[in-house]
């Protein structure tokens, strides 16, 4: 499994992105995938996950200011973040779960300015 995050980039306080992350490859293996992120100085954090029924779960900091969906027709899966804060600055991490085996996007930075 191949995935490849793009969409981060610069932007205000109470401004929107939208991340995506585009799955290739083995996708059958996948059961879930999510989204994390990893603020400098930081550990990686869970930010959302969504299973392949589309249920989604957050966390609970973000609740209500992030929306994680996918388009299975383009096997890519997307992060609308709103009402971002400088806080929410880092690299955002997209990951696909399999039954035995995680896989890793390269990564997409989001700065937040104030």
């Known amino acids: 499994v191949q995935l490849q995050a793009s969409g ?3 932007v205000q306080a109470g401004g929107s992105l939208r991340l995506s992350c ?3 490859g083995t996708i059958f293996r996948i059961s879930f995938m999510a989204w994390y992120r990893q603020a400098p100085g930081k550990q990686r ?3 959302a996950t969504i299973t392949n029924d589309g249920n989604a ?3 609970d900091s973000l609740k209500g ?3 994680i ?3 299975n027709a383009k096997n890519t899966v997307y992060l609308q973040m709103n ?10 991490y997209c990951n696909a779960q399999g039954s035995t085996q995680s ?3 390269q990564g997409t930075l989001v700065t937040v300015s104030s």
């Open 8 to 10: 981060g980039g610069l």
């Open 22 to 24: 585009a799955a290739s």
């Open 45 to 47: 954090e869970l930010v």
């Open 57 to 59: 779960s957050y966390r």
């Open 65 to 67: 200011r992030f929306t």
């Open 69 to 71: 969906s996918k388009d």
């Open 83 to 92: 009402s971002l804060k400088p806080e929410d600055t880092a690299v955002y």
């Open 103 to 105: 896989y890793w996007g």
